[in-house]
């Protein structure tokens, strides 16, 4: 009995293991979903692929060409992350130093990644060297915030709960800094800002048990775009482990679950994939070819016919190792030369397994940032705004230094704060209310990181005035006592 007892023991950690070890993205269940909503969601999808591939075409013959304009001419997007998550999760990433880690990590394999500057595409083989393509997108930390205020491109709220449910409506409720009329969750997040003008980036636990790493609501499902769900959630939700590099030294996180193959940032690469309308390599349709009734193409002609997603880090060798599937042969046409696209950004393979972008997919994502035969691309306005990305006018160079942080903000009554102490020192934190009065003053007679308790004081906008050795900074608190 007990050999037995053992044996599930075994057995249930080995599924489990491997359950955790599979990528999964929110998009192939949403859009099952959806169908159920919007009937002809599918005819919709299958029409913009093809208007997506003819907008690429467009531009795959002005890089022929030669002509690069376009893409050298890209400005980087504006991106900010709203971190929203438990006291324990925060710590996991080592706090404040721990998430800015991340965000910056990510930044630069974004950037890396969209601009075939990975190391690792020296694990490219052969046959798909000439498809590991470039497109010229870049991103940045946004600077400014939306009212012009100073922004380490980051923002956290401590929440009291583990996390939020509700993958139907990607996790709507930890895009909204209070409760609406359509929110459950006891614990609301962070409103977007302007969309139009940042990406936007949720980074939360996922609780309802779909062992997502990402789901993104790109502007093909918004309102705006033709679809149903609101503007001002478009963006990226991201399982708070995933987002950024880890850095095991630092941020003390536990190495289980979802983050140990997904620890290299590429879940956001893959998701930002879906921000800019890719489908999967394997074109969603379960485990069909492209050819048998019910199949879908993923609308790109340069990855190959695929049956399904692929897992894990596949033995992928430069010297000839290809691998095949259902869908090699559309009669005796072998329609996978170079094997399938197993290491392509738009897979499932773990993050150390995949590796490009490839020409056709660059360009569907360059349309969505510029303007092609005359017809501007749906997030064209991400690159219209380089001022978000500087700090603003009148921010000197001491306070960035300072790297002052307020949060979580807005606050249910504790705020901390957080800075460089070897940049300046911290003297007196002041709390004002909006037309300036002093309300309450603590003198700081030691120089590191803070809390205060606001409980005895009512809902509303506060500023908080800092005064440093050097200067002073004011940022605005937002206290809800929900
Ligand atoms: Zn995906």
Redesign the pocket.
């Known amino acids: 009995m007990k050999k037995i007892f053992l044996f599930y023991i075994t057995l249930f950690t080995l599924i489990a293991f491997f359950a955790n070890a599979q990528?999964?993205?929110?998009?192939?269940d949403y859009i099952n979903y959806k169908r159920t909503e919007e009937p002809e969601l599918g005819t919709r999808i299958e029409q913009n692929k093809i208007i997506l591939k003819e907008k690429a075409a467009k531009i795959i013959e002005e890089r022929k060409s030669g002509n690069n304009e376009r893409t050298s001419s890209i400005t980087a997007i504006p991106v900010i992350f709203h971190i929203v998550i438990d006291t324990l999760k925060y710590n996991q990433l080592g706090g404040d130093a721990g998430i800015k880690q991340r965000c910056d990590s990510q930044i630069s394999v974004l950037n890396r990644d969209f601009n075939a500057l990975n190391a690792d595409s020296t694990a490219i083989p052969a046959g798909w060297k000439s498809l590991f393509a470039s497109t010229g997108i870049h991103f940045g930390l946004a600077h400014t915030d939306p009212n012009g205020n100073s922004t380490p491109g980051y923002e956290v709220r401590i929440i009291s709960s583990i996390g939020f449910n509700g993958w139907t409506n990607h996790y709507s409720d930890a895009k909204h800094s209070t409760l609406g009329s359509g929110a459950t969750s006891l614990s609301p997040g962070l409103d977007a800002w302007d969309v139009t003008k940042y990406l936007n980036v949720w980074c939360i636990n996922f609780l309802d048990g779909m062992g997502l790493g990402?789901?993104?609501l790109s502007k093909f499902f918004t309102v705006s775009g033709g679809g149903t769900s609101p503007d001002n959630e478009e963006g990226i939700a991201l399982k708070w482990n995933v987002f950024g590099k880890r850095v095991l030294s630092s941020d003390n996180y536990t190495p289980t679950g979802t983050g140990t193959f997904f620890d290299e940032g590429r879940t956001m690469t893959?998701?930002c994939?879906?921000f800019f309308e890719l489908s999967?390599v394997w074109g969603d349709d379960g485990s069909l070819c492209p050819w048998s009734s019910g199949g879908h193409d993923d609308g790109i002609d340069d990855t190959p016919p695929q049956s399904t997603h692929t897992s894990g880090n596949p033995s992928y060798t430069i010297t000839g190792g290809t691998i095949n599937d259902a869908c090699q042969f559309y009669g005796t046409v072998d329609t996978q030369h170079y094997g399938i696209a197993c290491l392509d950004f738009?897979d499932?393979t773990d993050d150390t397994g995949m590796h490009l972008f490839t020409p056709q997919q660059a360009a569907v994502m360059v349309s969505c940032v510029t303007t092609v035969a005359g017809v501007d691309g749906e997030n064209i306005t991400l690159v219209q705004h380089p001022n978000l990305l500087g700090w603003p006018a009148g921010v000197s160079k001491i306070e960035i230094d300072r790297e002052l942080k307020i949060f979580p903000n807005p606050s249910n009554g504790l705020i901390n704060i957080a800075y460089n102490t070897n940049a300046d020192k911290l003297i007196k934190v002041s709390i004002l209310d909006v037309i300036g009065n002093e309300i309450r003053i603590n003198s700081i007679d030691y120089n590191n990181a803070i809390s205060i308790y606001l409980s005895n004081f009512s809902t509303g906008v506060y500023f908080i005035k800092c005064d440093f050795e050097k200067g002073s900074v004011v940022k605005r608190l937002i206290l809800n006592k929900e």
């Open positions: 990528r999964k993205c929110g998009l192939p990402g789901i993104t893959h998701e994939g879906h999967h738009m499932y």
